[in-house]
Nanobody, 125 residues
């Protein structure tokens, strides 16, 4: 499967932004999806995950209650709604996919086989 992330940009602190990740290719298979982010000189880290069925999601503590991950399987697209953005949210955001894994949450980037190209989010203070 190929992933393409888009929707990043430059915003001010407190603003909202929605990222999208469109999947193409082998979309006939069931994938758990995730958003990761990476700041300069830092490793890529999990932001949010969503299970194939869309009914279960996971968030890292720093974004819980501000970000919402969702998916539209009919359109092969995953979204990350980001509200109340902070300067520390500045990073390149990547979407990722792995074949569905039941109830297990895989939060390490090495557990994901497929990656989008990344989209830059810059939050100014």
């Amino acid at each position: 499967v190929q992933l393409q992330a888009y929707g990043g940009g430059l915003v001010q602190a407190g603003d909202s932004l929605t990222l999208s990740c469109a999947a193409s290719g082998r979309t006939d298979r069931a994938y758990d999806m995730g958003w990761f982010r990476q700041s300069p000189k830092k490793e890529r880290r999990i932001v949010a995950l969503i299970k194939w069925g869309g009914g279960a999601s996971y968030y890292v503590d720093s974004v819980r209650d501000r970000f919402t991950i969702s998916r539209d399987n009919a359109k092969n697209t995953v979204f990350l709604q980001m509200n109340s953005l902070k300067p520390e949210d500045t990073a390149v955001y990547y979407c990722a996919a792995r074949l569905q894994s039941g109830t297990v949450w895989y939060t390490e980037s090495r557990s994901y086989n497929y990656w989008g190209q990344g989209t830059l989010v810059t939050v100014s203070s």
